[in-house]
């Protein structure tokens, strides 16, 4: 079968789903906005229990993945990504997510090298960029300081 690329072309534009962008922005801004005013309402609800702003942010974060990884398990999660797209990818819930659901695809390999090599075969490149970029920032702002006699 012999088909030119103007063909495929056509082929391939009646067979693509159409594009629904504004509903699909307004889902994703909608839900995400939603998963950091929950955040919100966490970390004043700590404060308000006579945490410190450093304390309470920390314990926010923790709820938040823990949160996260519970709706992973229960296929939550997923139904609520379907609707909300790229709305689900608030940095703390959308990094709990990929990690867990990873984690949880390979329990059938066991612990050690199905649930926590899949999970650092996610979090590892994030951890090591992560490290590695905050280091870099760090010798930036040293050379910077000592140079300007800042530091």
Aim: glycine share 12%.
């Amino acid at each position: 079968m012999d088909i030119t690329p103007k063909d495929y072309a056509a082929m391939q534009a009646r067979r693509a789903p159409r594009s629904h962008s504004l509903a699909d922005i307004a889902g994703a801004f909608t839900i995400g906005g939603a998963v950091c005013a929950v955040g919100a309402l966490v970390r004043a609800w700590l404060l308000r229990t006579g945490l410190d702003a450093e304390t309470a942010g920390a314990w926010t974060t923790v709820i938040l993945v823990c949160a996260s990884a519970v709706l992973t398990s229960t296929g939550l999660y997923a139904r609520l990504a379907k609707h909300a797209g790229a709305g689900t990818l608030v940095p703390v819930t959308g990094f709990a997510n990929a990690v867990s659901a990873a984690a949880i695809e390979a329990r059938t390999e066991g612990l050690v090298l199905g649930v926590g090599a899949k999970a650092f075969t996610i979090a590892g490149p994030v951890i090591l960029y992560g490290t590695a970029a905050a280091s870099a920032c760090g010798l930036v702002y040293w050379l910077v300081g000592t140079i300007t006699g800042t530091l």
